[in-house]
Nanobody, 116 residues
Framework: QVQLVESGGGLVQAGGSLSLSCAAS????????MGWYRQAPGKQRELVAT???????NYGDSVKGRCTISRDNAKNTVYLQMNSLKPEDTAVYYC??????????WGQGTQVTVSS
């Protein structure tokens, strides 16, 4: 059973920073495309960032320039550094893995709340 366990969420003031981590219990992690998505109340889940197995990155328009995704294959972990946070960044943040075989996995989510 593949598990993605997020950590690092919490409450932060607007303008602050937060770092999220996602630890994957999966052999072959280094081959996976990893990503972060978020879902605010009453809204659809949206892309935050993805990172490929070759470290190519892609960011959602709403976070470009404020977030950085990275991965440590030795630790089976993907990170999301978020800066200049805004109240509209408040959401549950989910870790996502996409394998070469077309399998997809989601973490349980971690709450990020940005106060104004």
């Amino acid at each position: 059973q593949v598990q993605l366990v997020e950590s690092g969420g919490g409450l932060v003031q607007a303008g602050g920073s937060l770092s999220l981590s996602c630890a994957a219990s999966r052999n072959g992690f280094s081959d996976d495309v990893m990503g972060w998505y978020r879902q605010a109340p009453g809204k659809q889940r949206e892309l935050v960032a993805t990172i490929s197995n070759g470290d190519s990155t892609n960011y959602g328009d709403s976070v470009k320039g404020r977030c950085t995704i990275s991965r440590d294959n030795a630790k089976n972990t993907v990170y999301l550094q978020m800066n200049s946070l805004k109240p509209e960044d408040t959401a549950v943040y989910y870790c996502h893995a996409s394998t070469n075989w077309g399998e997809e996995y989601w973490g349980q989510g971690t709450q990020v709340t940005v106060s104004s």
